[in-house]
Every structure is written in C-alpha cells, then in structure tokens.
C-alpha cells in the first residue's frame, strides 16, 4: 500500500497539479447538467469548508514542520503583513478617490466598502497551487496564514466599524451580522497548526519523515490538498459567465456614474486587483530583488499573490453593507482572467527565476 501511495506522489505534486483546475470545470459542467446546477452549487459550498477545515491547516503543519522559523521567516512574515495592509490602504484611498463621481453619500460609502473588501484575494484555494512548488511552500504558507488574518479578522473588524457609522445620525437600529462562527475561527485555527509545527520541529527537531510510513500516508494525504484545492476553483468557473455581452458590460466605458452602477463599479475593481496592485508590487519587489534586498523566491510568491483572483468568500461580508451583485461579478471575473495569468506566472518563475 505504502508503495502504491509513493508511485501517485509525483503526479499530486509539483506543476501536475494545475491541470486539476480545467479537470474540475469540466466534470462539474457535467455533474450541473445531470444532478442541477443548484444542487451542485450547494456540495461545493460543503467541499470548500472541508478544504479549509480539514486539508489546508495538515498541509501547513507538514510545511512547518520541516523548516527552522528563523530570521529570514520573521522577515518575510513582517513584509507580507506590511504588503497586505498597504494593499488595502491602497484600496481605501482608490474607492475614496473614485466615490467623489457619485452624488449620494451612501452611494459612496457603499462603494468605499465594497472596493475595500474585493482586495481580499483567493490566497488558499487558487493561491494554494504555490504550495505544490518546494522552494516556495513555506513562504506560500506564510502568506496564506496572514492573509487569513486579514480577510477573516482586520477587515470584518473594519466594515463592522464603518458599518455601524452609517447609523450614527439616522434613527436606525443597525444589526450588523457578523461572519459566521467558523470563518471567523478559521485564521487562529490555522495558525495553531503552524505555531504548534514550529514548536514542535524546534524542540525535538522531529520531521514528517521520522514518523516512517505513517510519514508517508501523511505526505500522501496533505498532498492532495493542492489538486483538490485547483480543482475546487475550475468548478467554480460557470459557462454561462463566459459571453461576449457581458465582457462588452466590463469594458464599456460610457456607463452612467451618477449612482451606483454595477459594472462601472466592477470595472474599477477589476483595474485595482488585476492591473494597479499587481503593477506596484512587481515595482516594488522589483527594486528589492535588483537592489539583493529579497531573494528571488520571495519575488516570485509576493509577486503571484497580488494577481490572484479575488475570494469568493467576500461574500460572507455582504451583511457588513457590502454590495452583493458587485462582489459576485467581480469574483467571477478576476477569477476567469487572473487563473491563466498565475498558472503561466508560476511555471515561468518556476523554469526561469
């Protein structure tokens, strides 16, 4: 059995798991067609928190487990949480800047909240294909476990704080619902298996390899957390999102900006998450890897973090005053152009870098 789990190993790893992501969209196109696609819609939903819950924390504890958190992880952990929250400043001050074309003060604040939030990128699930790449797993991990922080704490935090502003000077109760129970549990629940993979490889130098086939089955187990994860994202691209019509609506400039407009908005959105975020940070690290500040892997995963689509789990935070149809498109659409951009980024820095 231990041998037959050591032959499939290679084809779960590495850059053969990002075929997985075109392997879900097709099955599940089917799986809509024979079963419905609301039904299906529905198992997904439980498969993701099955990924966050019960795959991705063993897979860090595996990652974190074979390395020494020394000075270079502290560093590295220090600057994504710096390029995360001038991620999000940059967001703030683009949605404030972009707001002053509406009339309506809740108009803006609307439109400041909702571009703020849909900086939130997909970090464990699309993100999660940087984990299959050895030389980049642990900063990959890294990245994932504060950008869960961000997603799942500093921002709700943040919206909760504005949301509740909106009430000061109206005769309102506000109600605001917070994210459910096991999101907002999520991130500590996550950095427990890190932390405790740290302490545990430091003070009894213990390796997965050390454990002999138990080892192996867990490599085998936590090493399924990547196609799954890819294939989870394919099946969350619909067909029906794919029409001309509709990308005319992104790219169609002539639309009103007096009020809120759904696909003026997602195209603002849109041109901060795929194009100027993405474009600072490569200035940025660029600077940074010429100057031998940062080393080229670290180039690479800051890099490919800030282009990847945004997380569809924004939308938990729509009772935060959010808007719902804005968040949806512009989820779907970050996801259907910036999936090919990071799977060619990643096997291009992987080959060339």
Same mark, same amino acid.
Request: hydrophobic residues 55%.
């Given at each position: 059995?231990?041998?037959?789990?050591?032959?499939?190993?290679?084809?779960?790893?590495?850059?053969?798991?990002?075929?997985?992501?075109?392997?879900?969209?097709?099955?599940?196109?089917?799986?809509?067609?024979?079963?419905?696609?609301?039904?299906?819609?529905?198992?997904?939903?439980?498969?993701?928190?099955?990924?966050?819950?019960?795959?991705?924390?063993?897979?860090?504890?595996?990652?974190?487990?074979?390395?020494?958190?020394?000075?270079?992880?502290?560093?590295?952990?220090?600057?994504?949480?710096?390029?995360?929250?001038?991620?999000?400043?940059?967001?703030?001050?683009?949605?404030? =800047?972009?707001?002053?074309?509406?009339?309506?003060?809740?108009?803006?604040?609307?439109?400041?909240?909702?571009?703020?939030?849909?900086?939130?990128?997909?970090?464990?699930?699309?993100?999660?294909?940087?984990?299959?790449?050895?030389?980049?797993?642990?900063?990959?991990?890294?990245?994932?476990?504060?950008?869960?922080?961000?997603?799942?704490?500093?921002?709700?935090?943040?919206?909760?704080?504005?949301?509740?502003?909106?009430?000061?000077?109206?005769?309102?109760?506000?109600?605001?619902?917070?994210?459910?129970?096991?999101?907002?549990?999520?991130?500590?629940?996550?950095?427990?298996?890190?932390?405790?993979?740290?302490?545990?490889?430091?003070?009894?130098?213990?390796?997965?390899?050390?454990?002999?086939?138990?080892?192996?089955?867990?490599?085998?187990?936590?090493?399924?957390?990547?196609?799954?994860?890819?294939?989870?994202?394919?099946?969350?691209?619909?067909?029906?999102?794919?029409?001309?019509?509709?990308? =005319?609506?992104?790219?169609?400039?002539?639309?009103?900006?007096?009020?809120?407009?759904?696909?003026?908005?997602?195209?603002?959105?849109?041109?901060?998450?795929?194009?100027?975020?993405?474009?600072?940070?490569?200035?940025?690290?660029?600077?940074?890897?010429?100057?031998?500040?940062?080393? =080229?892997?670290?180039?690479?995963?800051?890099?490919?973090?800030?282009?990847?689509?945004?997380?569809?789990?924004?939308?938990?935070?729509?009772?935060?005053?959010?808007?719902?149809?804005?968040?949806?498109?512009?989820?779907?659409?970050?996801?259907?152009?910036?999936?090919?951009?990071?799977?060619?980024?990643?096997?291009?820095?992987?080959?060339?870098?």
């Amino acid at each position: 059995m231990i041998e037959i789990l050591e032959a499939i190993l290679p084809y779960i790893r590495g850059l053969w798991t990002l075929p997985w992501i075109v392997v879900g969209f097709f099955i599940t196109i089917l799986l809509s067609r024979i079963l419905g696609e609301e039904k299906i819609n529905k198992i997904m939903k439980k498969i993701g928190l099955i990924l966050l819950y019960f795959f991705v924390p063993f897979l860090l504890f595996r990652i974190f487990l074979s390395v020494d958190f020394g000075e270079n992880e502290i560093a590295f952990s220090s600057l994504c949480f710096v390029i995360l929250a001038l991620m999000y400043i940059l967001a703030y001050y683009y949605a404030k =800047k972009l707001s002053n074309k509406f009339k309506s003060d809740d108009d803006k604040r609307h439109y400041i909240k909702t571009i703020l939030t849909n900086q939130g990128r997909s970090s464990a699930f699309v993100g999660g294909a940087l984990l299959a790449i050895q030389e980049w797993w642990v900063l990959a991990a890294i990245y994932m476990s504060i950008g869960a922080i961000f997603l799942f704490a500093i921002i709700p935090y943040i919206l909760s704080y504005l949301h509740k502003k909106d009430f000061i000077n109206i005769d309102v109760k506000s109600n605001v619902k917070t994210l459910p129970w096991y999101l907002r549990l999520f991130p500590w629940y996550l950095l427990l298996f890190a932390f405790s993979a740290v302490i545990l490889h430091r003070f009894t130098g213990l390796v997965v390899n050390d454990f002999g086939d138990f080892g192996i089955a867990f490599i085998f187990f936590t090493s399924l957390t990547i196609p799954a994860a890819l294939y989870y994202v394919g099946a969350g691209i619909h067909p029906r999102d794919l029409k001309i019509n509709e990308m =005319k609506k992104l790219f169609d400039f002539k639309l009103k900006k007096e009020r809120i407009d759904h696909w003026f908005c997602v195209r603002n959105i849109f041109f901060l998450t795929v194009i100027i975020t993405p474009i600072l940070t490569i200035i940025f690290t660029g600077f940074a890897l010429i100057l031998d500040f940062i080393p =080229k892997e670290w180039f690479a995963v800051l890099v490919i973090n800030s282009i990847l689509p945004i997380t569809s789990t924004n939308m938990f935070l729509v009772p935060y005053g959010i808007d719902k149809k804005i968040t949806a498109l512009s989820v779907t659409w970050t996801t259907l152009v910036c999936i090919p951009i990071v799977m060619i980024l990643i096997v291009v820095f992987r080959l060339f870098l």
